[in-house]
């Protein structure tokens, strides 16, 4: 077993970064509200076009590349240097930045258009646009959440059959019994960048599918797998990708709601000419950044409580009591996991339960009787 102490000196290093990450995403935007680099960036866009489309188009990527400038030194640490330095990683540095651009080109390719439709909304209808937006939202959360798992996860990994045929073969009778086809669950190359372990259930409908990491394949028993793939078709049981699906949109909608209301009290003050002003984005941002930081401890609750129905289930329909223990010990030491994180730690950032307390949850499990 590796020393406990390096799970917690990583895992403590990674929850600075979470928080200097915050910190520095709230100061980023205080500083273009502060400083007016807003006015900046929107007499830039307006230099290069005349266009209204296109100075929000202009401006947006004025925006992003300003803080990409400055959150990039905590993404090149995080992602990168603290990787290597508990060899966790793969990837050679030039490989980890052609990633990194390739996730940053398609954050911006798909935020691009969701700001030009907001903007088109509150262009348009100046008392109802937020109402309008978070319905625009709801619709891209459920398209997105279709897509992810067929054009976004093969951007940068490659899907591949489960090779082992008796594994396989065990695989299909427990995705049998709760009506998943066989075709759903691959084995990805997880390997390409990481040594960590990780398994996922993604997609909505026909896209739904189960992932296994080949990293997870080639360091578990059939046994700890067969657990593994359970804990996942538990929340295909339990239908909680649209559980989480729901509750995000729900809580969106006061988001939204939010950002209309402060939008249209502090405008006028900071010096712009209303919600509809492209100067007064980076206010926007502002608000949805606080008030995701505020309801983002509900919603790792919420996650946390489909985490432990999951295990439970899996523990329930395998029998394998031990195998899910030995898994979860291995997920501990694979990916320097801390087994007891400080409870505020937890509560602020995990949104699975703490490996220590699903290991306790499943020493202490009794099956029912027959």
Do not use: C
Request: no cysteine; net charge positive; proline share 4%.
């Amino acid at each position: 077993m590796p020393d406990p102490s390096q799970n917690k000196a990583y895992q403590r290093k990674r929850a600075w970064l979470a928080l200097y990450s915050l910190v520095l995403s709230f100061v980023i935007l205080i500083s273009i509200i502060a400083f007016r680099f807003t006015f900046l960036f929107y007499e830039g866009s307006v230099y290069l076009t005349s266009a209204a489309y296109g100075i929000v188009f202009f401006y947006f990527l004025f925006f992003s590349v300003y803080s990409l400038i400055f959150s990039f030194p905590i993404s090149f640490y995080s992602g990168f240097v603290l990787e290597h330095q508990y060899e966790l990683s793969n990837q050679t540095l030039r490989g980890w930045f052609w990633e990194w651009t390739k996730k940053q080109l398609l954050s911006f390719g798909i935020a691009t258009p969701l700001v030009l439709l907001l903007y088109a909304l509150i262009w348009h209808f100046e008392s109802t646009w937020w109402l309008w937006a978070w319905a625009g939202y709801a619709v891209f959360g459920l398209v997105l959440g279709k897509l992810f798992p067929v054009f976004i996860i093969p951007l940068f990994y490659k899907y591949s059959p489960i090779r082992d045929e008796i594994l396989k073969t065990k695989i299909e009778a427990l995705a049998h019994r709760f009506g998943i086809k066989i075709q759903n669950v691959y084995s990805l190359n997880l390997s390409k960048t990481t040594k960590k372990a990780n398994a996922a259930f993604t997609g909505f409908g026909k896209t739904k599918r189960v992932i296994l990491g080949d990293t997870l394949l080639d360091s578990f028993s059939h046994d700890e797998i067969e657990t593994v793939l359970a804990h996942e078709l538990g929340h295909y049981r339990h239908r909680d990708i649209w559980k989480q699906f729901g509750f995000g949109i729900a809580v969106s909608l006061i988001g939204f709601w939010l950002a209309y209301q402060f939008l249209n009290r502090f405008s006028q003050s900071l010096g712009y000419e209303g919600a509809g002003d492209v100067r007064a984005f980076a206010l926007l941002a502002l608000i949805f950044f606080i008030f995701n930081l505020v309801v983002s401890p509900a919603s790792n609750a919420f996650s946390r409580r489909a985490e432990r129905r999951a295990d439970q289930f899996a523990l329930e329909n395998t029998g394998e009591k031990s195998a899910f223990i030995s898994a979860m010990q291995k997920l501990r030491d694979l990916n320097l996991a801390d087994p007891d994180p400080h409870p505020v730690i937890e509560f602020l950032l995990y949104d699975h339960p703490a490996i220590g307390k699903r290991i306790q949850m499943a020493e202490q499990f009794k099956p029912e009787p027959a």
